[in-house]
């Protein structure tokens, strides 16, 4: 957190001048004035009078940061926290992230500066010790995201098991080279899926093919680009695991469309269950999220913070998960021989 003494020495003055502008008392050009002030918002700085009396102040308004809004798991994810934060009085302001440390850091600033009472984050973009210091200003809640060192109250999914019960199915259904497609390596939910997903590879004794996996697919333009690469540069693969249902459905399509039966050319498994895995044909086996549970005990837990402030800031609340089978993954063969 910035102090006056920060301030002072970015505008290049005494901490009696900077005191005095805070203050609003005479005898401060308007030069140095100025120079204060934008070392103040560079730094993010907040007087103690300013933040004694901000945070006094409720504003029943609770931030949700995500990455973006037309996934559409964090859509269905917004309405369920919308819903619950309206039965205890509180209203949702939507912020995108787009995966910019920037943003997240502007957005935090909102609880900084008390414009919200308190913030559910969906995604991490900057280190713990960078988001660390806006507790000070009030609770902030993790949600689908975690993170070990992080003592703050964390509802997600147990990210690692559900990958590697994902790839199992893959190998259980005859896949023996298998692709790894997410859209991130840089976030802790990413390294919990790929452990699971090598957990499973190591288990059954089958090669992790680095050279065929991807960790930039985001959309389905991109799935359709993952199955070109596969088809161009990597044919032996007969199995995608892929984190999010959107990609996952753009490789199925690609894949029909060069005439690649799916599943038994390439067995598919997305993430999520969006409407989307269901609709496709074939459908796509994929894994369930409770989201409505997590996106309620998210508020519960925020809320009772802001009731509470002494309330437990780290406990953990893990959601089980569902494997969903699909047409994407059923190989006829095995199948037939059931």
């Not at 008392?25 to 901000?54: C, F, H, W």
């Not at 984050?121 to 960078?130: F, G, H, K």
């Not at 975690?146 to 259980?172: C, F, G, N, Q, W």
Request: charged fraction near 25%.
């Amino acid at each position: 957190m910035a102090t006056i003494e920060d301030v002072a020495k970015l505008a290049g003055l005494s901490r009696t001048t900077v005191s005095r502008v805070i203050n609003d008392q005479p005898y401060v050009t308007e030069e140095k004035k100025q120079r204060i002030l934008q070392a103040m918002d560079e730094l993010g700085y907040v007087p103690n009078s300013s933040a004694r009396r901000l945070r006094s102040q409720r504003t029943d308004t609770i931030a949700v940061l995500l990455p973006r809004i037309t996934n559409p798991f964090f859509a269905n994810l917004i309405e369920s926290m919308e819903k619950k934060a309206s039965q205890w009085g509180y209203q949702v302001i939507v912020c995108q992230t787009h995966d910019s440390e920037k943003k997240e850091l502007d957005y935090l600033q909102l609880l900084k500066t008390k414009q919200v009472d308190g913030v559910v984050m969906t995604s991490l973009c900057n280190d713990w010790e960078v988001i660390e210091p806006y507790l000070e200003s009030g609770p902030i809640v993790l949600c689908n995201e975690y993170m070990e060192e992080m003592a703050v109250p964390m509802v997600h999914m147990d990210h690692r098991k559900a990958a590697y019960e994902s790839t199992i199915h893959l190998i259980d259904q005859g896949c023996k080279n298998i692709s790894y497609v997410s859209g991130g390596s840089d976030t802790y939910l990413a390294e919990e899926r790929k452990t699971g997903f090598l957990k499973a590879l190591e288990e059954r004794a089958l090669p992790f093919l680095e050279a065929a996996s991807v960790d930039w697919a985001i959309h389905v333009e991109d799935g359709r680009k993952v199955f070109n690469h596969i088809k161009d540069h990597h044919p032996i693969i007969d199995g995608v695991f892929t984190g999010s249902d959107e990609v996952a459905a753009g490789v199925v399509y690609e894949a029909v469309q060069a005439g690649w039966n799916v599943p038994d050319d390439l067995a598919v498994v997305g993430f999520d269950n969006q409407m989307l895995s269901l609709l496709m044909f074939p459908s796509v086996t994929t894994i369930d999220q409770p989201v409505a549970k997590m996106a309620d005990r998210t508020i519960e837990v925020l809320v009772r913070q802001l009731m509470n402030p002494r309330a437990n800031k780290a406990r953990r609340y893990i959601y089980s998960h569902k494997l969903l089978v699909r047409n994407s993954t059923l190989k006829k063969q095995l199948v037939t021989n059931l």
